[in-house]
């Protein structure tokens, strides 16, 4: 699941995380959330054709291993995090423009000689 969020620093930034609500990823820093969700559909796009880069040393597949075996040691369970009350809506920001005029639905063309201005009709090509 990916979330959105503001950080401390009023950038948008998501979050990738897994069905046990493990934190997998944090995403950098975008200026709009119009960038960060761009940045979600990229990571979508890519985690499905990723590339896998080993970077662990040769290790033999077989026969005894040189070095001994290191213990394991393993960590409690985090107590699973309550639910985060819901973000309020982001404020959209305010139009500069007037709304676009209704279109006209009549199929009729707009320079039909019928709607043309009388004092230019000696511009209208016949």
């Known amino acids: 699941m990916f979330e959105l969020f503001i950080d ?12 046990d ?3 997998v990823a944090v995403s950098k820093s975008f200026p709009d959330k ?3 969700v761009c940045g979600i559909s990229d990571v979508r796009e890519y985690a499905g054709m990723g590339l896998i880069t080993d970077l662990c040393p040769e290790v ?10 290191v213990p394991v040691v393993r960590q409690p369970s985090p107590a699973p995090m309550p639910p985060k009350p819901p ?11 007037k709304p676009l005029p209704q279109r006209d639905r009549s199929g009729h063309p707009w320079h039909t000689p019928a709607l043309v201005d009388a004092s230019r009709a000696d511009l209208v090509e016949a």
């Open 60 to 69: 033999p597949l077989r026969g005894p291993s040189t070095t001994p075996p």
């Open 87 to 97: 973000m309020p809506p982001l404020p959209v920001p305010p139009r500069h423009h």
């Open 34 to 36: 119009r960038a960060a």
């Open 8 to 19: 401390e620093d009023t950038s948008f930034r998501f979050r990738l995380k897994a069905p």
């Open 21 to 23: 609500g493990t934190v």
